[in-house]
Every structure is written in C-alpha cells, then in structure tokens.
C-alpha cells in the first residue's frame, strides 16, 4: 500500500444512511488516528477514508466503524474486504477523480431508455414520472409509495433517494428491482447516484 493509499471497505449491505456521518469511519495505528474525511458510495457499498495528510510509512492501520452504523437491515454491517493493512514507502499520489456525468449525454438517454417506457406518458408506473425531464422536477417532491418515510429522488442525497434502491437491488426491496428484466451496469447506476449527489441537475 502507497502511503497516499485512500483505504476504503466494501459491504455486504448498504448503511442505514441515518448513521452517516463524519464518524461513520476512523483510520486508527494504536494512538495514531489521522483526520480525513469519510466517502460512501451506495452502488459500490463502499465507505472510505480519506486521509488529509500522507500516512506514514511501514506501519500497520486499521479501518474501524463507528458505534452507531448499522447497516439497512439493522445489524451491524460485515465487510468482505479487509480492515487492517501496512503502508509501504511510496507515494503514488492520488488518481484523479472520475468525470462527472453529463445529465444530456449520461443521464437523460438511460431515464429514457430505461424507464421511460413505463415512468412516462399519462399512466405512469407506480405513478412515478421519470421522464420527459422536465417530470424529474415532480419525482423530486415525491414520497416512496413502497418505502414510507422515503423520497424516491433526494437531490444532493444519493444515499437517501429510493430510486437507488430499486436500481442497486437492496435487501428489504418492496416490488421489483428497477427495470424489471434487466439490471443497469455498475457504471450506469454509479451515473446515476454522482448526478443525484451534484444535485441532480438538468
Ligand atoms: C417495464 C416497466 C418498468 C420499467 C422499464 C421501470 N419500472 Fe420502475 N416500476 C415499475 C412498476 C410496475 C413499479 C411498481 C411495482 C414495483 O415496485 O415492482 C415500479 C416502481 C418503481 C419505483 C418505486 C416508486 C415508489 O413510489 O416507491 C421506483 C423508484 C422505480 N420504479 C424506478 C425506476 C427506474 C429508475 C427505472 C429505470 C432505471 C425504472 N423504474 C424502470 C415498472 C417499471
């Protein structure tokens, strides 16, 4: 592991997102405990580290969840990645972040595609318009009929937003993954979930 590694765990379920926050994840070496900031991608069922300042060399650290985090299901969540890793020497630097999804070239094509056929016209699915756009502004607004106490499309809130959930096949799921008979890509929903993030603009 370079010493600008950002660790991160991978799990087996998605987080109960009311447990998020800036202690969700600690990056530990005995007294040591580096500040940073935590990162969470639902489509990946990633949580991340990253550290503000490069780590030091040849010492063991350890990836340690908060009290509080539970995972969708209420337990505890499991990590199928390890928690405990050695940094090396060398300081690879950091690889640039990916490009953001263009909503005319990434998103709309998928909404219309995807889900258009049955979350658009007059008698939409679930009553759920997700397409033409300018019903997204509508889906915004707008409760789960599945999941109470849910939106289906939390601007700013990929974590928060049903939609996800549907895309992403959750534990605990109401009805059917989302389009039924064909689950989108990891790099289509991992779209998705960055548009939601930067606001879902159009
Ligand atoms: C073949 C038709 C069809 C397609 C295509 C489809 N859906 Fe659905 N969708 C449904 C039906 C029917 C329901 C209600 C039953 C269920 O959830 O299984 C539903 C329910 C939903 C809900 C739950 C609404 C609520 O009130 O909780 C969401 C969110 C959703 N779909 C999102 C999507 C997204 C996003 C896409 C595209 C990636 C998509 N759907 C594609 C038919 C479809």
Known sequence: MPVSVVPSLTLEVPLDPSGL?????????????????VGYSLVDRRLWFTPSVSL??????????????????????????PSVFVTGSADLGRPPAPRDPSFDAD?????????????????????LALWPAERL????????TEWVGWRVLAVGS??????????????GLVGERMPPGGALTRDQAAALERWIALGAPR
């Open 107 to 127: 998103v709309a094509p998928l909404l219309e595609t995807r889900c258009g056929s049955c979350h658009g016209g007059i008698r939409p699915s679930a009553g």
């Open 137 to 144: 502004a509508d889906a915004a607004t707008r409760g789960s």
């Open 158 to 171: 990929p974590e928060r937003s049903y939609l996800l959930y549907k895309v992403t096949g959750s534990p």
């Open 21 to 37: 926050g800036p202690d969700t994840l600690r990056l530990q070496s005995g007294e040591l405990r580096p500040g940073g900031t």
């Open 56 to 81: 030091r060399a040849m010492l063991a650290y350890e990836l340690v969840l908060g009290d509080w985090v539970r995972g969708i299901d209420g337990g505890v969540p499991r990590s199928f990645s």
